[in-house]
T-cell receptor, first 112, second 114 residues
Framework: QKEVEQDPGPLSVPEGAIVSLNCTYS??????FMWYRQYSRKGPELLMY????GNKEDGRFTAQVDKSSKYISLFIRDSQPSDSATYLC????????????FGSGTRLQVQP | NAGVTQTPKFQVLKTGQSMTLQCAQD?????MYWYRQDPGMGLRLIYY???????DKGEVPNGYNVSRLNKREFSLRLESAAPSQTSVYFC?????????????FGPGTRLTVL
């Protein structure tokens, strides 16, 4: 079992829809939770991260972590065609090497 | 400020050939990483370097070697390429902000081994 699991999609939504992207993780020691966006044939770029449980909002994006259920979510409001990309969740501990463990990514397509 | 740069962008090798993938960052980061990305597998860590002069194995190090040439540069070498090493390779560098390891990625190298 992978430490971070993610549905690969693809997820197709109409422009303006609210998108929900999700991951589950198994390592209770994970404290940092990140979301990366990767456009086709490009490197991943960091969207946002949260520490421990709770919500964090940045414009149209909201990251949510529920440590009790080991569930990570990214919500995109008013989705745009430019949001079409693969979204990768990643987690790490806050001690030791703190290497990131990535999910396999969910491909999102926002239809105009 | 170019961020993380990688060369080459594309490469085709024959089985048994060797090559070195180059990576450089201009953000003065201490830590650097090499990942491979395969369909359905996500990003898997090959090697990393926490600081200049140190390197450590990641999840999938077999068949690879690395060199942290200086603080800016971190190279990945395939001594005898195999078809299983066909992948997209990403270099990243990072700094810790408020305890989180924020990694910045290069554009990738697409490698095909025939």
């Amino acid at each position: 079992q992978k430490e971070v699991e993610q549905d690969p999609g693809p997820l197709s939504v109409p422009e303006g829809a609210i998108v929900s992207l999700n991951c589950t993780y198994s390592n209770s020691a994970f404290q940092y939770f990140m979301w990366y966006r990767q456009y086709s044939r490009k490197g991943p770029e960091l969207l946002m991260y949260t520490y421990s449980s709770g919500n964090k909002e940045d414009g149209r994006f909201t990251a949510q972590v529920d440590k009790s259920s080991k569930y990570i979510s990214l919500f995109i409001r008013d989705s745009q065609p430019s949001d079409s990309a693969t979204y990768l969740c990643a987690s790490s501990t806050n001690t030791g090497r703190r290497a990131l463990t990535f999910g396999s990514g969910t491909r999102l397509q926002v239809q105009p | 400020n170019a961020g993380v740069t990688q060369t080459p962008k594309f490469q085709v090798l024959k089985t048994g050939q060797s090559m070195t993938l180059q990576c450089a960052q201009d953000m003065n980061h201490n830590s650097m990483y090499w990942y491979r990305q395969d369909p359905g597998m996500g990003l898997r860590l090959i090697y990393y370097s926490a600081s200049e002069g140190t390197t450590d194995k990641g999840e999938v190090p077999n068949g690879y070697n690395v060199s942290r040439l200086n603080k800016r540069e971190f190279s990945l070498r395939l001594e005898s390429a195999a078809p299983s090493q066909t992948s997209v390779y990403f270099c990243a560098s990072s700094e810790f902000r408020q305890g989180a390891d924020e990694q910045f990625f290069g554009p990738g190298t697409r490698l095909t081994v025939l």
